[in-house]
């Protein structure tokens, strides 16, 4: 489940926290700042433990005043808890939040995503209509609550979001990328297209990123390989975009070239948070391809360390013990 961004909120446990005795003034301003910075990189390195103490640390700093700065802090420390697997604490910090203020529209969605990832499916629908009531023209939410209605196996619920996004006006480029992409998930290419040539004319990435996905589920290699690489002008260390590039080398039996992308890739498996298993999996096949038989060898032993190997690995590895 995904909440997005970091827009989330925890005020209640933040009031609690802002009860402790602070010191005040230019120290605690200070103090305050560099708790967050300790619980934001924290958090981005995944220690969400640590990060959820250093915002409270950083909240305690606050001496009973609520601004938006602490406001801020909180998003990262809900997110921080989510994240940590504490799914019914988060879903009792919604529930205050919303029973102080009604009319914070973020908090309905998050606390719907929440929901549903407690099974809670009806009252996750029911929040999730509220936000989209109060935010009816943000096509990025629509499509968010596809993905984790979808991803929760509520697939009519989550193609009538879809449905509406497409209806949804504006003319920024992610506007036309959005509703690209909503058209594609539903079928109709000839609206994803349009859209979709839309957000490239205003040079969005994303654009080409599905444009390429597009043109390959039309078999059209060559303009796929286009509008990947296309894309990786923008985000030259996207692992996804460079395995993709890979396979239609591989489908082009330029091996060599495939090699180089898989390998570029594997780079920036642990930089994009990218799981490398199919990567891995295709360098083997590349490398035996080239007939680099030793290095196949190799790569695979370095997939076997991490991964199970399947049916069709396992003829491989026969296959490379022979050679």
Same mark, same amino acid.
């Given at each position: 489940m995904k909440l997005k961004?970091?827009?989330? =909120? =925890?005020?209640?446990?933040?009031?609690? =926290?802002l009860c402790l005795a602070g010191c005040g003034g230019k120290v605690a301003q200070e103090?305050?700042?560099?708790?967050?910075?300790? +619980?934001?990189?924290?958090?981005?390195?995944?220690? &969400?433990e640590d990060a959820v103490e250093a915002f409270d640390n950083a909240l305690a700093q606050a001496n009973g005043k609520v601004t938006m700065d602490e406001v801020d802090i909180c998003y990262y420390k809900a997110r921080a808890l989510f994240e940590d697997g504490k799914k019914e604490e988060a879903l009792e910090v919604y529930n205050a939040l919303l029973d102080l203020d009604k009319?914070?529209? !973020?908090?309905?969605?998050?606390?719907g995503t929440v929901e549903l990832s407690l099974g809670m499916g009806e009252e996750a629908l029911a929040d999730y209509k509220e936000a989209v009531r109060r935010d009816s023209r943000n096509i990025?939410?629509?499509?968010?609550?596809? !993905?984790?209605?979808?991803?929760?196996?509520?697939?009519?619920?989550?193609?009538?979001?879809?449905?509406?996004?497409?209806?949804?006006?504006?003319?920024?480029?992610? !506007?036309?990328t959005l509703r690209g992409r909503a058209f594609m998930i539903l079928g109709n290419t000839e609206g994803a297209r349009e859209e979709l040539n839309r957000a490239a004319e205003k040079d969005d990435p994303e654009a080409f990123l599905y444009l390429g996905e597009l043109a390959g589920l039309e078999g059209?290699?060559?303009?796929?390989?286009? &509008?990947?690489?296309?894309y990786l002008s923008y985000h030259e260390e996207d692992a996804g975009a460079l395995n993709v590039l890979g396979c239609l080398a591989m489908e082009n039996e330029d091996y060599e070239q495939a090699? +180089?992308?898989f390998e570029q890739a594997l780079l920036c498996c642990e930089s994009s948070m990218v799981d490398p298993k199919e990567i891995?999996?295709?360098?083997?096949?590349?490398?035996?391809? /080239?007939?680099?038989?030793?290095?196949?060898?190799?790569?695979?032993?370095?997939?076997?360390?991490?991964?199970?190997?399947?049916?069709?690995? /396992?003829r491989e590895a026969t296959f490379l013990e022979t050679r």
């Amino acid at each position: 489940m995904k909440l997005k961004k970091k827009t989330v =909120c =925890c005020l209640v446990p933040a009031l609690v =926290c802002l009860c402790l005795a602070g010191c005040g003034g230019k120290v605690a301003q200070e103090n305050k700042e560099a708790y967050k910075t300790i +619980g934001i990189r924290a958090l981005e390195a995944g220690n &969400y433990e640590d990060a959820v103490e250093a915002f409270d640390n950083a909240l305690a700093q606050a001496n009973g005043k609520v601004t938006m700065d602490e406001v801020d802090i909180c998003y990262y420390k809900a997110r921080a808890l989510f994240e940590d697997g504490k799914k019914e604490e988060a879903l009792e910090v919604y529930n205050a939040l919303l029973d102080l203020d009604k009319n914070l529209k !973020d908090a309905y969605f998050l606390r719907g995503t929440v929901e549903l990832s407690l099974g809670m499916g009806e009252e996750a629908l029911a929040d999730y209509k509220e936000a989209v009531r109060r935010d009816s023209r943000n096509i990025e939410l629509y499509v968010a609550m596809y !993905d984790n209605l979808n991803e929760a196996g509520r697939t009519a619920e989550a193609r009538e979001f879809l449905q509406e996004a497409t209806e949804i006006p504006g003319q920024k480029a992610t !506007d036309y990328t959005l509703r690209g992409r909503a058209f594609m998930i539903l079928g109709n290419t000839e609206g994803a297209r349009e859209e979709l040539n839309r957000a490239a004319e205003k040079d969005d990435p994303e654009a080409f990123l599905y444009l390429g996905e597009l043109a390959g589920l039309e078999g059209n290699r060559d303009s796929a390989r286009e &509008y990947y690489s296309r894309y990786l002008s923008y985000h030259e260390e996207d692992a996804g975009a460079l395995n993709v590039l890979g396979c239609l080398a591989m489908e082009n039996e330029d091996y060599e070239q495939a090699l +180089g992308y898989f390998e570029q890739a594997l780079l920036c498996c642990e930089s994009s948070m990218v799981d490398p298993k199919e990567i891995l999996r295709n360098r083997i096949l590349t490398l035996e391809y /080239l007939g680099r038989f030793e290095e196949a060898k190799e790569a695979m032993e370095e997939y076997e360390s991490a991964y199970e190997l399947d049916e069709e690995l /396992l003829r491989e590895a026969t296959f490379l013990e022979t050679r």
